[in-house]
Nanobody, 127 residues
Framework: QVQLVESGGGFVQAGGSLRLSCAASGRTLTNYAMGWFRQAPGKERDFVAAISRSGGNTQYTDSVKGRFFISRDDAKNTVYLQMGSLKPEDTAVYYC????????????????????WGKGTLVTVSS
């Protein structure tokens, strides 16, 4: 079983930056594609970004392309989400998730593909 713990959330003004971290324990992340999702108050939990096991394939939702960047450091068993040019509409609880997969370049944009989830970290962007 994989335990995931997010950190790095906080309060930031519009235009600012934050880096979220997702630290894993229990198993190595080398067998998992990883994703970040977010959930704003009263809304569904939506896909933000994903990275393959190899790190060679990354995908983003359109609203964050060019502003957010997902990366992984398997030596540290950690995944990151670098967020820049933040907007008030980025305000949400951000969750990381792990998807066990065999193809090294596979990613999933679908919430149901992910078996393991962290408890989330809150990002608040003020205008």
């Amino acid at each position: 079983q994989v335990q995931l713990v997010e950190s790095g959330g906080g309060f930031v003004q519009a235009g600012g930056s934050l880096r979220l971290s997702c630290a894993a324990s229990g198993r190595t992340l080398t067998n998992y594609a990883m994703g970040w999702f977010r959930q704003a108050p009263g809304k569904e939990r939506d896909f933000v970004a994903a990275i393959s096991r190899s790190g060679g394939n990354t995908q983003y939702t359109d609203s964050v392309k060019g502003r957010f960047f997902i990366s992984r450091d398997d030596a540290k068993n950690t995944v990151y989400l670098q967020m820049g040019s933040l907007k008030p509409e980025d305000t949400a609880v951000y969750y990381c998730a792990a998807h066990e997969t065999f193809p090294s370049d596979e990613v999933s944009l679908f919430r149901g593909s992910y078996r393991y989830w962290g408890k989330g970290t809150l990002v608040t962007v003020s205008s």
